[in-house]
């Protein structure tokens, strides 16, 4: 076995985050409870933007690309995995980042600043106006930027979702699980993990915690996403109007945190050494751990929760 990663990827090699059983809670609810580490996804910070951009930049460096433009805040997880992929392959980055420069670079801002990326601060307003001119920057360096929106939202990034349910299933052997739960915000993860569920889990039902959109818009965005790889992978299967998509666990929006989400932090951390983060997993693992208790997951389920990282925002957050 090769336990070495090259430096400069030309081609897709696989990169496989382990499973972990959850014994001490699973025991505690009466249910089988598992974790996919994607937070331990091989590059600095890990998580699902971790897991998307190596995809995404893999495939544009096959198709020709040498450049790369995108946004995202400043404590953006996909901005931190965007320069650092980037900068593995020796790319002009440019970063339009929606936020004024903070005084105190922490977090992923300081892990994307290291990776010499040039970052743009504009206004939300400005920001397809900057993507624009920065686009048109490169392009008279004479070289050829690819374009990706906010959260690495597209095809590749749903793809390497999809792909990942299949590197679940090899994991899980011969337990199907009958519940997969995951903090959801551009949706693209999500579409990802239901197309894959759809063929390699049949039965099993995803649960898509909102961190910041109302269940009409995520749901919405989640289904156009799964038309788009559902074409891509040339699928008869019919998008299913029953995506669920839960915008109640999630506090008053994204930034915002709330006591039962801090407790279930601690809880996690403290039981199993599971560390969550205030925005988007601990929101998940909240709605999880409500579904236990009120029963709308039933005992004995095989549940698996798929941690999409954050542990950079944990680290960036004044609320732990
Ligand atoms: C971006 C992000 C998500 C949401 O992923 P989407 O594909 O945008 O739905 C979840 N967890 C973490 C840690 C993230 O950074």
Redesign the pocket.
Known sequence: MKLWIRNSDTDFERRITPLQQLNKIGINYQVSLFTKRDDLYPLPGG???AR?LYYILSKAKKDGYNAVVTTGSNQS??LRATAINAAVLGWKTILIVHDTKPEKIEGNLKITFLTGAELRFVEKSDVKIAMGNAMDNLRNDGLNPLYIEG???CLE?SLAYYEAVNELKVQLGNIKPDYIV?????????AGIEIGVSQFFPKCKVLGMS?ARNQKRGKEAIIQSMIKLNNYLGNSVIVQDDIFFDDTKMGKGYEYTFPELIETIKWAAQTEGLIL?P???GKAFYGLKRYIEEGLIPKRSNVVFWH???LL?LIASNEL
Not at 182 to 190: H, I
């Open positions: 998580g699902n933007k998307k997880n996909h959260g690495g939202h990034g995951m903090a959801s915000g551009t949706g693209a993860t999500q961190v983060d925005t988007y997993t999409t990282g954050g925002n």
